[in-house]
C-alpha cells in the first residue's frame, strides 16, 4: 500500500473512531501508530515512542498552558465573573438588550484573564443567567448570547489554542496576542450591535430595566479594577519585553490568586477546585497533544503534507479561494471536533500549503500571523455552529430549562455577524497585522 493511501486509511479511521465516541487522544493516537508502524517497523515504533512523550513534556513554551489555565480557574473560583458582570449591567443594563450586552463585555473581560471558551461560557452562564431570567428575558436570546459570548474566551489574548499554533509553528507568542487582540474587540462590539438590532426588531425577546443610580455604577465599576490591573500587569510587560508570556503567565496566575484572597472569594475549597480543575484539564490538552504528535509523525511519514502542499500550489484558482476553502474546512470540521485538536491535527498539514501562496504580498512572518488569526476566528465560529457547537452544550448544562433548539436559533444573528468578520478580517490583513506592526 502507498504512503498516501495509509494516510488516507489513517483519517478515516480516525474519524471512524471519533464517532464512536472514543476520546479524541486515542482516536489520532491508535490510527497514528498503527500507520507508523506499517510504514516502519514495530521496533522503530517502540523506538519513537520510547522518546514522544519525553520530548513533548519537556518544552519549556509549553508550559504557559497550565499556567494561563491556573490563572482562569483562579478568576473563576474567586469570584471575579460576578463582578465584572455586575458592572456592566450597573451601566448598560437599563437600555433594551442591556443585560445581555453586559454578559458579552463580562465575556470579554473574563477571556482576558482566562482563556478558555468553555470555562468562559459555564461561568458567565451561571453569573448571568439567573439576572437575565428574573427580567424576562426570553430563553433563545440568553442562552445565545452566552453561547456566542463564551467563545471570545478563546479570541481575546490569552489563548490556549493561539498558543499551541505559536508553538506548532515557530511564531512568536507575544506578536499572536497582539495580532488576536483588534479583531477580538471587533467580534465583541459586533455582538453588541447583533443584540441592539435583535432587541428593537422583536422587543419582547428583552424588556428594559429601570436605570441605576450614578453613585451605584461608579461603586461597581470600582470592584472590577484589580481585574483591569492584573491585565495591564501580565500583557503590558508581555509585549513591552519585560518578561516572556512563561513569566507572564506565571505573574498573572499570582496576580489573580491575590486578588481572589483579597476579596475573600477565594478560601482553601477554592483553591483546591482551581488546582484539580487545572490538573485535569491541562492532562487532557496534553494527551491531545501526544495523539496529534503520533498522527502527524505517521502522515509525514506519508508525505501527505508535501504532497498537499504541492497540489494546492498548482491549482489553478486564486490563492484567497484556497485560504477560504480552508477556513469552511475549519467550520465543517468544529461540528465533530474540539478547537485544540483541530488545531493540532491540520495545522501541521494545511500550514505548509498556506505558506506556499502568495497571498496580500506578505512576508513569511506576518502570513503565519494572519493565517493564525483566521483560522482561530473560524475555530471560535465552530463553537457554536449547528449540529454540534460545544459552547451551546455547556450553557445548555446550566441553563437547563431552554430546549436545546432555541439554543440555536438564538447563536444564528450572531453566527452572520463572526461571517462577516471572517469576511472582512480575509480581506483586510491590516486589522489583525497593523497593531503587530506598530508595536513590535
Not at 461561568?123 to 445565545?144: D, F
Not at 465560529?381 to 449547528?386: F, M, N, S, T, Y
Request: proline fraction near 6%.
Amino acid at each position: 500500500m502507498s504512503g498516501g493511501a495509509i494516510g488516507v486509511v489513517m483519517l478515516a479511521a480516525m474519524l471512524a473512531l471519533m464517532a464512536l465516541r472514543v476520546p479524541i487522544a486515542a482516536a489520532m493516537f491508535i490510527p497514528g501508530a498503527a500507520g507508523y508502524w506499517a510504514m516502519t517497523s514495530d521496533l522503530a515504533l517502540l523506538n519513537m515512542l520510547k522518546g514522544s512523550a519525553v520530548a513533548r513534556l519537556t518544552v519549556y513554551d509549553l508550559s504557559v498552558i497550565p499556567l494561563f489555565l491556573l490563572m482562569g480557574q483562579f478568576a473563576t473560583q474567586g469570584g471575579l465573573s460576578r463582578a465584572l458582570f455586575d458592572a456592566a449591567a450597573a451601566w448598560v443594563g437599563h437600555i433594551r438588550g442591556g443585560l445581555a450586552m453586559a454578559a458579552i463585555l463580562a465575556a470579554t473581560a473574563f477571556g482576558a484573564v482566562c482563556g478558555s471558551s468553555v470555562a468562559t461560557s459555564a461561568t458567565i452562564a451561571q453569573v448571568a443567567y439567573p439576572e437575565m431570567k428574573a427580567h424576562g428575558y426570553a430563553g433563545r436570546l440568553s442562552t445565545g448570547v452566552l453561547a456566542t459570548g463564551g467563545s471570545l474566551g478563546i479570541l481575546i489574548p490569552p489563548s490556549v489554542p493561539l498558543v499551541v499554533y505559536a508553538i506548532l509553528t515557530e511564531q512568536n507568542i507575544a506578536k499572536l496576542f497582539a495580532a488576536a487582540l483588534v479583531p477580538g474587540l471587533i467580534a465583541a462590539f459586533g455582538y453588541l450591535g447583533v443584540i441592539a438590532v435583535y432587541c428593537r426588531v422583536r422587543p419582547g425577546l428583552a424588556p428594559p430595566s429601570a436605570p441605576l443610580p450614578w453613585a451605584q455604577r461608579w461603586r461597581a465599576l470600582v470592584h472590577v479594577w484589580p481585574i483591569a490591573g492584573v491585565f495591564a500587569v501580565v500583557f503590558g510587560g508581555i509585549y513591552g519585553g519585560w518578561f516572556t508570556p512563561t513569566e507572564g503567565a506565571s505573574i498573572g496566575a499570582f496576580a489573580t490568586l491575590g486578588v481572589g484572597i483579597a476579596r475573600r472569594e477565594l478560601g482553601w475549597r477554592g483553591l483546591r477546585r482551581a488546582f484539580l480543575g487545572t490538573a485535569e484539564t491541562s492532562a487532557m490538552v496534553f494527551m491531545i497533544f501526544l495523539g496529534a504528535d503520533m498522527m502527524n509523525t505517521a502522515l509525514a511519514l506519508t508525505q501527505m503534507p508535501a504532497e498537499l502542499a504541492a497540489w494546492v500550489a498548482a491549482l489553478p484558482v486564486a490563492p484567497l479561494v484556497i485560504v477560504a476553502c480552508v477556513l469552511a474546512f475549519y467550520v465543517a470540521l468544529g461540528s465533530v471536533m474540539d478547537e485544540l485538536s483541530m488545531v493540532l491535527l491540520t495545522i501541521p498539514v494545511l500550514f505548509p500549503a498556506v505558506m506556499g501562496l502568495e497571498l496580500w504580498g506578505l512576508g513569511p512572518q506576518d502570513k503565519a500571523i494572519w493565517f493564525g488569526i483566521l483560522v482561530l476566528t473560524v475555530v471560535q465560529i465552530g463553537l457554536v455552529a449547528p449540529p454540534v457547537g460545544l459552547n451551546v452544550y455547556v450553557v445548555n448544562s446550566v441553563c437547563q430549562d431552554v430546549p436545546m433548539g432555541e439554543t440555536y436559533r438564538g447563536v444564528l444573528p450572531f453566527i452572520a455577524s463572526d461571517l462577516a468578520r471572517v469576511t472582512l478580517l480575509l480581506f483586510v490583513p491590516a486589522l489583525s497585522l497593523g497593531l503587530v506592526g506598530w508595536w513590535f
